[in-house]
């Protein structure tokens, strides 16, 4: 599901973009070296996955690609299926954030976010089997699915981010940026749910649509 929020662009230029422009340097030089090696195992992952998928790619490949040795893959990822799932996050939490930031100004955040979700549904259609994998994949196991919603969190900070500028009225303290965030992951939760309950016959994007249409924001706490 995050995967149709975020779709859009060539997985290769995305991923360079998201390294450049979402990752800041934080922490001690170690940190950073680990978290450098995280992203290019998961960056490998995804390049070779995109290119010959999931059961044809290797842990061996995806070591060999990143530089790194088998047993240090497995010091960062439990599963090749692990590694995907967060080098496809990674990039498409950066370019929905990206999608929502790059909208006209005027539009207010719950606005911006069905915007943006519009924008990105364009190539529905033809990426229909990708999505289905994905979605599948995001399910093939307990750990994948605590991941999946791990992953999540990030997912909601993001849009938060992303969103806050556009609240006019924002006060100390105010969690509507972050609930519009968390409101729009556990539509496009809900969506991918009854999406894959249908083997992936139905209309994601128009699920995922009318559930984002479901709600709306209130007034700043305590007015």
């Not at 922490?27 to 999931?54: C, F, M, N, P, Q």
């Not at 069905?114 to 364009?122: K, P, T």
């Amino acid at each position: 599901m995050t995967q149709l929020l975020g779709s859009g662009g060539s997985v290769g230029s995305s991923i360079a973009s998201s390294r450049d422009g979402r990752f800041g340097e934080s922490g001690g030089l170690r940190a950073r070296k680990r978290d450098e090696t995280r992203r290019r195992i998961a960056d490998a992952a995804v390049e070779l996955v995109s290119e010959h998928g999931i059961p044809a790619t290797t842990v061996e490949q995806i070591a060999e690609l990143a530089q790194v040795g088998r047993a240090t893959f497995f010091r960062y990822f439990e599963s090749k299926e692990l590694a995907v799932a967060v080098g496809l996050n990674d990039v498409a939490v950066y370019v929905f954030a990206s999608t929502l930031r790059a909208l006209p100004p005027e539009l207010g955040p719950l606005d911006a976010v069905r915007e943006a979700h519009r924008a990105l549904s364009v190539d529905f259609d033809q990426l229909r089997a990708m999505y289905l994998e994905q979605a599948m994949l995001s399910r093939s196991s307990p750990a994948m699915a605590a991941w999946t919603l791990y992953l999540y969190v990030d997912w909601e900070i993001a849009i938060a981010d992303a969103v806050r500028p556009r609240f006019d009225d924002l006060v100390e303290g105010d969690p509507r940026p972050r609930m519009v965030g968390a409101l729009t992951m556990a539509a496009a939760r809900l969506a991918c749910d009854e999406w894959v309950a249908t083997g992936g016959s139905g209309d994601l994007p128009a699920l995922l649509g009318r559930h984002l249409a479901s709600f709306e924001l209130g007034a700043p706490p305590g007015s």
